[in-house]
């Protein structure tokens, strides 16, 4: 069965860094798309950040571009996103997200195809006070 726990969230001041990890059981990530996502309250749920299965190419929203890093590693079966610099907005729960394929650079469209196909996990809260 997949499964994907998020983990590394908490209370940081701006300016501040976290490093979120997702970890899978039951597949092996390397092979899947994976996105990071967040829900801030009143807000609908957007993508951060995603990484291909194909070449493992990152993409950002641009929001995050410059001071969040996606990146996958094959020795823990996970994917971590290392935010910096962080900003009262990027308030939210983060989730994560597993699809297997597509075989294409990661783009935006690769939220939306997430979104239809992915397994998620519960979330991790990140509160960032100004």
């Known amino acids: 069965q997949v499964q994907l726990v998020e983990s590394g969230g908490g209370v940081v001041q701006s300016g501040g860094s976290l490093r979120l990890s997702c970890a899978a059981s039951g597949f092996i990530l390397d092979y899947y798309a994976i996105g990071w996502f967040r829900r801030a309250p009143g807000k609908e749920r957007e993508g951060v950040s995603c990484i291909s299965s194909y070449d493992s190419s990152p993409y950002y929203t641009d929001s995050v571009k410059g001071r969040f890093i996606i990146s996958r590693d094959k020795a823990t079966n996970a994917v971590y996103l290392q935010m910096n610099n962080l900003k009262p907005e990027d308030t939210a729960i983060y989730y994560c997200?597993?699809?297997?394929?597509?075989?294409?650079?990661?783009?935006?469209?690769?939220?939306?195809?997430?979104?239809?196909?992915?397994?998620w996990g519960r979330g991790t809260q990140v509160t960032v006070s100004s």
């Open positions: 997200a597993a699809a297997r394929g597509p075989q294409t650079s990661a783009n935006e469209d690769l939220f939306g195809y997430l979104t239809a196909h992915g397994s």
